[in-house]
């Protein structure tokens, strides 16, 4: 999960990502075990339970000034620190039900942990996940929390099965987090309506839960956008072993953003930038209309999975765009 990072200046000075790192020294201590339905690569790792159910796992570390500017509001970190744990189990269609805080602190300053505390209860309510546990340390301000939900195991989502035909939809509108990080780290303070409309968008994502349930069993494949579409749609490809063609016209976006942004500098926030945090899901195409009728959240139509491997960004006279930047690696 990204972000902020990349554009954070003094870090990235490894040499390999957080991938080929998972990949050489943990997926070993990952064999296949009893009642392991999906462990390592997936947004959520599916864990059986009784009755057909999966319990839907996923942990996430926000990290002050990494994953969000320093100054930002107490109540914000404590919204979004939730909010990016809930849209991994969106992804995987999941319904929330309980999570841990393990909370590292510089200090115990009463009312910044009040507003943290509001932020994280205002999101938990509205979604009715509870806190059953957690840890609490002093350092630097770092948040983890593990999120739990629950979903029938033969309706949950995943990044694998995407098929050729398939429909590439996002939900939501895509480039206003990192629009809203741009103003934030601007030398000039913009106060208008709109850098507060983008700046709330990078602040308080809101995850798409109720749109990954009304998705179970019907998309083939699905992933949440933390690292940005490219790089995250890359991950359902090499996962499904297909391709798309993605019309960079047709994503979605805000008045704001179409106001903030012109040309290949809006396609670059919306294909390369992260903390979007809205749901790419690839479904069969007579599958859209109806999903769409059932959705609290619009959902666009933005490309088509094919059987010929690789990701191509589209210009409204099909010709290749490059140059869009690939998702963040943390390591690189
Ligand atoms: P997301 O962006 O959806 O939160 P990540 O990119 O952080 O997912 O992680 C990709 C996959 O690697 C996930 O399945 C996650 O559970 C797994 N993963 C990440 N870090 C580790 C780790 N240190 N050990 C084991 N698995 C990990
Ligand atoms: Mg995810």
């Known amino acids: 999960m990204l972000r902020v990072a ?46 057909g159910e999966a319990l839907a796992v996923t942990t996430d570390t926000l990290i002050s000034g990494r994953h969000f500017p320093e100054r930002t509001a107490a109540f914000d ?4 620190a939730l909010a990016v744990n809930l849209s991994d189990l969106a992804a995987a269609g999941a319904e929330p039900r309980w999570f841990t805080l393990a909370l590292t602190l510089p200090a115990a300053d009463a009312e910044w942990l009040k507003a943290f505390a509001e932020g994280l209860g205002t999101l938990a309510r509205q979604q009715r996940i509870a806190l059953v546990g957690g840890d609490t340390t002093r350092g630097s301000l770092s948040i983890t929390i593990t999120a739990m939900g629950v979903v029938p195991a033969a309706q949950a989502l995943n990044r694998r099965g995407a098929r050729a035909g398939d429909v590439v939809c996002v939900t939501g509108t895509l ?16 106060t208008g309506n709109d850098a507060r409309y983008l700046i709330d968008r990078l602040n308080r994502p809101q995850p798409r839960v109720a749109a990954g349930i009304a998705l179970r069993g019907i998309a083939h494949a699905a992933i949440d956008l933390s690292d940005g579409l490219a790089g995250d749609l890359r991950h359902v490809l090499d996962a499904s072993g297909v391709g798309a063609d993605i019309w960079l016209e047709r994503l979605p976006t805000s008045p704001a953003l179409m106001r903030a ?8 926030l919306q294909a390369a930038g992260g903390d979007d945090y809205e749901l790419c899901v690839c479904l069969p195409p007579e599958a859209v209309a109806p999903v769409r009728a059932a959705l609290d959240v619009p959902l666009t139509e933005i490309g088509r999975i094919d059987g010929r491997g690789g990701l191509r960004l589209l210009d409204a006279s099909g010709g290749c765009v490059e140059g869009l930047t690939a998702g963040y690696l943390h390591f690189q």
């Not at 942004?261 to 670059?268: N, Q």
Request: aromatic share 10%; glycine share 12%.
């Open 6 to 51: 990349r554009y954070w200046p003094g870090y990235s000075r490894c040499v390999v990502n957080e991938f080929d790192l998972i990949h050489s020294y943990f997926k070993e201590l990952a064999p296949t075990a009893p009642g392991v339905l999906a462990g390592i690569g997936d947004d959520c790792a599916l864990l059986q339970a009784a009755g």
């Open 261 to 268: 942004a012109v040309g290949m500098e809006r396609w670059s």
């Open 175 to 190: 480039g206003d987090a990192v629009a809203g990080l741009r103003i934030l780290k601007s030398t000039h303070s913009d």
């Open 77 to 80: 970190i404590g919204w979004k």
